[in-house]
Nanobody, 119 residues
Framework: QVQPMESGGGSVQAGGSLRLACPTRADYYTGYCLAWFRQTPGKEREGVARIWQGSVTVYADFVEGRFTVSHDSAKNMLYLQMNNLRPEDTGMYYC?????????????RGQGTQVIVSS
């Protein structure tokens, strides 16, 4: 069952910032990579950033240093700090857990959170 999970989306102007959040499970810290995906208008869902054991991170090329993924294991929360947002970042953002080393095979639990960036 898909439940509301992700939060923090909203409408901002280009150059603005948003911080997305998503609750995780305690066992996700060591067993899985935690990731953020997005689906922008007219495109397939794509990986944005993933993190393993709170410190090993991978970002999609389009991030270009603007986003930071983090995992607070004490709070069991996954975050995506997005700075210098661009109109092309507009879309639905989802958190997921899955295997490291790939953008495939991830399990999505939430409905996503909407990000709208105006020029």
């Amino acid at each position: 069952q898909v439940q509301p999970m992700e939060s923090g989306g909203g409408s901002v102007q280009a150059g603005g910032s948003l911080r997305l959040a998503c609750p995780t499970r305690a066992d996700y810290y060591t067993g899985y990579c935690l990731a953020w995906f997005r689906q922008t208008p007219g495109k397939e869902r794509e990986g944005v950033a993933r993190i393993w054991q709170g410190s090993v991170t991978v970002y999609a090329d389009f991030v270009e240093g603007r986003f930071t993924v983090s995992h607070d294991s004490a709070k069991n929360m996954l975050y995506l700090q997005m700075n210098n947002l661009r109109p092309e970042d507009t879309g639905m953002y989802y958190c997921a857990a899955g295997p490291c080393g790939t953008w495939s095979g991830y399990a999505f639990r939430g409905q996503g959170t909407q990000v709208i960036v105006s020029s």
